[in-house]
């Protein structure tokens, strides 16, 4: 079972690759979804939870609107969902970017050549993420290709898991575990 799920999500994987604009649409609107039902449950739970401390309900209930509320926006215009995904790869590769050029500029234990190598790899990276950030299509097909990654990933951890099968754990009798 575990080698077909592997198979489909490897599947999907290739979908992603060859219609990123709708795989990215699917996934604005699973953020939007999940995030309506995360902020109906919080100000349920506000409503409804006796047993938490008032402060705690008030938390709930502020969470949970402020989540509604981002759902709603996502749901009724996805692109902004899109275009903000976008916006947070770019500037997590300006972050990365930004580390590995203070990394080869202060690591001392690499060798020479190392540290210039991840200081290039620094430079073009925060390169990247400004032309991720000038250009919002560049931004989606990044997305679009770490999800990819993530789901290529996944689905060979699945195939491997399955056809290595399953074997049951021996526990020592000696060895006492708590829960």
């Known amino acids: 079972m575990e080698i077909l799920a592997g198979i489909f999500v490897l599947g ?11 795989a990215l649409t699917v996934l604005a609107y699973t953020l939007g979804i999940g995030l309506l039902i995360l ?3 919080r100000i349920f739970a506000s409503l409804y939870g006796r047993y938490f401390a008032p402060w705690f309900r008030e938390v709930n209930a ?9 759902g709603i926006v996502v749901v009724i215009d996805p692109q902004l969902a899109i275009g903000f995904l976008a916006l ?23 060798p020479v050549w ?18 991720v950030i000038l250009d919002s299509s560049l931004g989606q097909l990044s997305l679009a290709f770490i999800m990819a990654i993530v789901l290529v990933g996944v689905g060979v951890r699945d195939i491997a898991h399955g056809i290595s099968g399953h074997r049951p754990v021996k526990i020592e009798s000696g ?5």
């Open 12 to 22: 999907i994987a290739f979908f992603v690759l060859a219609d990123s604009s709708f």
């Open 39 to 41: 902020g109906l449950s």
């Open 62 to 70: 502020g969470g949970g609107l402020i989540a509604l509320v981002l």
């Open 88 to 110: 947070l790869v770019a500037f997590a590769l300006l972050v990365v970017g930004i580390v590995e050029i203070v990394a080869a500029g202060f690591a001392k234990h690499p």
């Open 114 to 131: 190392v540290r210039g190598l991840i200081g290039v790899v620094g430079v073009l990276t925060v390169i990247l993420s400004i032309f």
């Open 175 to 179: 060895v006492v575990t708590k829960v």
